[in-house]
DNA sequence: GTAACTGCAAAATATTTGCATCCTT
DNA sequence: AAGGATGCAAATATTTTGCAGTTAC
């Protein structure tokens, strides 16, 4: 069966153009996606608001989750099976490159733990890498 | 001398009573702040705009750094003495409380290295932890 | 005195909400 | 048919910019 269409299935959502277009494009993509990519992918076929409730309705399903930065931009990415509704466990890296400004998660390089002050209980982890990516890399 | 002049003169900042107050506000509290913090606590004396654009100097200057976070909120916190103009190296790990929101730099927690696949190249790290820190946990 | 900083106004941008209409189931 | 999703308009919120007046040095 279309992985689309189970996704969205799996979450009891309808299944509309909109959500259709939004998801192939996070499948089709390797890194995160701002919601300025997906106004431009999409071609303002989808009122921008629409665009924010399906980003918002993916998030609360836990089909995507988004990537912290340290500067404004707010970045979502497809969640792994693992994620539950609202709570999500993709425990892997980010990295965001500097010169094509990509972000591509590093599905195999896992969060390492660290040792926190006494007293501190973590739950989650999240962690960015910046520099250079692969691609870029070789083409130099 | 002053440690809050001090930093100032050293970045070759003019010292204004708005910068003292927003530097002043830095310098007492642990955790990182938010804009809206800054107005809250500045209690509108001094115009939005001239927040803006202080935290913008400071963060220029390196005197502050901000901090990644998964929701849209920019968080600023004051950097250890090795941030040079622009390029900062707080590479400690920062820690988000669930209950009671408060962010905190663990200063004495450094990043720890990860391996990356084939052809990264690592250049800065980010590393934010949630869960609940020392002091909501001591209440339970 | 001069350069730097601030406040105000306004523009540009980003996000949210209400409601009527349309689409999925 | 009914509930959910969308588009549009508009309200809010956030951030940036220009410029004139003020302040630090």
Do not use: W
Request: aromatic residues 6%; glycine residues 4%.
């Amino acid at each position: 069966m279309d992985q689309l269409l189970d996704i969205l299935k799996r979450n009891r959502l309808s299944v509309t153009d909109g959500r259709k277009k939004i998801l192939e494009m996070f499948l089709k993509t390797p890194g995160a996606l701002a919601h300025a990519d997906i106004e431009k992918y999409t071609d303002a076929a989808f009122d921008r608001v629409t665009v924010y409730r399906t980003l918002q309705t993916f998030v609360d399903k836990g089909i995507i989750h988004n990537i912290p930065t340290s500067d404004n931009a707010i970045l979502y990415a497809l969640c792994k099976e693992e994620c539950a509704d609202g709570h999500h466990h993709d425990n892997h890296v980010h990295f965001i490159c500097d010169t094509c400004g990509q972000t591509t998660c590093l599905d195999e390089v896992t969060i390492p733990e660290v040792k926190l002050p006494k007293g501190f209980r973590p739950q989650f982890s999240e962690m960015v890498v910046k520099g250079i990516c692969a691609a870029c890399q070789a083409k130099q």
